[in-house]
């Protein structure tokens, strides 16, 4: 017996060598194929993850539970205190609804006389989060909806706060979300009192830094930061964060969106802009069913126009503007998250 | 009927498997996407350097730290395909270059396997240098070949700080394993109960 085994393991060691290193061939192979095509390996790695990630939801919902109930009981200590920080805040902000009332009020009157169409092809699909990467070098969630409700790469995610991260990476029933912190983000942003440009650069930190400010001077700690929609992939205007200074003098965005508890996630169903290809359609419009053919801007001017005078060049909508300034903002045409089946495009 | 020794090695195979199923399971809970400072109660944070708050507590490398202790305490309780296989679910989970870093740890993990029998009458720091090691140099070659095929790096602070982090770990999780799991070195001329040299 005992000889048999040792005759066993003679013959068995070179040949587990040969395994070895056929193993670390194939190894390294499959580095090689990601590294020459990425995004076929990539779709391998999603379809991975949609296979194993959504049925891991029953096991991890209740210590997701309670890790969250760990983490409120400690937050018991010092409930007094956030009890007082939050009434004095309360204060604060009971002046500042009044302020938003009033401007909410004038912002209306404004765009009825303006006719301004906020974009209506932004609306969103809300999906909860499943599971992080589990690396701290790689910062990203994985959402519970994907291609099939109608999920493209490249589109910005939000919760309800500000801006989250982009769409990277679609399976069929999950989709991952970069994080702006991660340090393969990229995201153009303007700042804006001084409407400076500038790009959100992920370093896997809390708050990532702003790099390439056109004039850093104009930038202060407290500014908002918002998206700029360079690119043409981002919808401009949504909230990112606002500005803080490092002690090494550094800008860096505190992000709005609340990172510690991502729970539910809105991804923001947006279509590429449609692209001005010269200018010869802005000079020649095309003949439309109704109304003369007119010369038209490109778009309406951010400026506020007096309201009296319905200006044909400006509204090439078939009624004019009311007159008489009553807000007639029109709702979004699409509900907010239409059936899984009434995606247009799968 | 199967015999106690083969019994023993399949158990302790699969106790791999669960703890190694076990960390990436844990991993992938999406509990917090800041970094955190967990150990440092809030009122203390004040005081701590801005590096620390903004990119908090380098997280060690458990599943590294737990493959290093299973080869260096019983490798015949750990097969070069467990690793491999384990590893590449976790590449391709933690979006990594799938197969490079599976591909440094499988190496690794066999220089030392063919390197247990010399070092099997270490002292236990022996046993922790070998993984400090082992350690840093799996993750130099990692990063090296990250630079040498132009791919987006990580910090070198931080590389630095997860290492240590996995350094310091090694000891912890051998403690655990052993009162838990009975997961401990065989000593010089150890046999088995029918025995047989491990």
């Known amino acids: 017996m005992a ?15 040969i395994l070895v290193a056929i193993l670390c061939l194939v190894l390294a192979a499959v580095f090689l194929v990601w590294r020459i095509d990425s995004p076929r390996v990539e779709r391998l790695r999603v379809a991975l993850l949609d296979r194993i990630v959504p049925p891991m939801g029953w096991a991890m919902a209740p210590i997701t539970t309670l890790a969250d109930m760990v983490a409120s009981f400690q937050s018991y200590d ?16 009971k002046s500042w609804k009044e302020a938003a009332l ?16 906020l974009d209506p092809k932004l609306t969103s699909v809300s999906g909860v989060v499943l599971a992080d990467t589990g690396s701290p070098f790689s910062k990203s969630v994985l959402l519970n909806i994907g291609s099939r409700d109608g999920i493209l790469d490249g589109w910005a995610t939000m919760d309800g706060l500000g801006l989250v991260g982009r769409i990277a990476g679609v399976g069929q029933n999950v989709s991952r979300v970069l994080l702006l912190t991660d340090a393969s983000s990229r995201v153009p942003v303007t700042i804006q009192p001084s409407g400076q440009r500038a790009m959100v650069v992920g370093d896997n930190s809390a708050a990532p ?24 992939v981002f919808p401009g205007g949504i909230l990112v964060g606002k500005v803080i200074q490092t002690r090494d003098k550094r800008f860096r965005v505190l992000l709005s969106a609340d990172y510690s508890r ?4 809105r991804v923001l169903r947006s279509r590429p802009e449609e692209a001005v290809p010269g200018a010869g359609p802005l000079i020649v419009p095309e003949p439309e069913p109704y109304g003369p053919a007119l010369p038209q801007p490109a778009a309406p001017p951010p400026t506020i126009t007096p309201p009296p005078l319905p200006d044909p060049t400006m509204s ?23 059936a899984p089946g009434a995606v247009p495009n799968g | 009927m199967v015999d106690p020794r083969t019994a023993e090695r399949l158990t302790y195979r699969a106790l791999y498997f669960a703890c190694a199923g076990l960390v990436l399971f844990l991993g992938l809970l999406p509990l917090s996407q800041t970094p955190t400072l967990w150990p440092v109660p809030d009122g203390w944070q004040e005081g701590l350097p801005e590096g620390l708050l903004l990119f908090g507590l380098p997280v060690p490398d458990v599943l590294l730290c737990l493959t290093l202790l299973w080869v260096q305490r019983r490798p015949d309780f750990i097969t070069v395909w467990a690793v491999a296989v384990v590893f590449l679910l976790s590449d391709l989970l933690a979006m990594r ?23 099997r009458d ?8 070998v993984a400090a090691v082992a350690i840093l140099g799996m993750m130099l070659a990692y990063r090296l070949a990250l630079g040498l095929f132009l791919l987006p790096d990580v910090d070198t602070g931080q590389a630095a700080g997860a290492a240590l982090m996995t350094i310091l770990l090694y000891p912890v999780l051998a403690g655990i394993l052993r009162v838990t799991l009975g997961l401990r070195r065989a000593a010089t001329g150890e046999v088995d109960q029918l025995g047989k040299r491990l």
């Open chain 1, 3 to 17: 000889r048999a085994r040792s005759g066993d393991q003679d013959y068995r060691g070179p040949v587990r060598r």
């Open chain 1, 78 to 93: 010092r409930i007094y205190q956030q009890n007082q920080d939050l009434r004095r805040e309360l204060q604060q902000l």
């Open chain 1, 102 to 117: 009033q401007l909410e009020q004038q912002n209306a009157k404004l765009l009825a006389q303006n006719q301004v169409r």
């Open chain 1, 209 to 232: 830094p702003l790099d390439f400010i056109g004039a850093p001077e104009q930038v202060h700690p407290n500014d908002s930061v918002v998206s700029s929609g360079d690119g043409g």
């Open chain 1, 262 to 265: 991502l729970e539910f996630v």
């Open chain 1, 316 to 338: 090439p909508a078939p009624e004019p503007a009311s007159p008489d300034g009553t807000p007639d903002v029109t709702p979004d045409p699409e509900p907010v998250q239409p």
């Open chain 2, 97 to 119: 270059p799938p197969g490079l870093w599976t591909l440094i740890v499988v190496v690794g993990t066999e220089i030392i396997r063919v390197r247990e029998a010399d070092t």
């Open chain 2, 122 to 129: 270490m002292p236990p720091w022996g046993e922790w240098a």
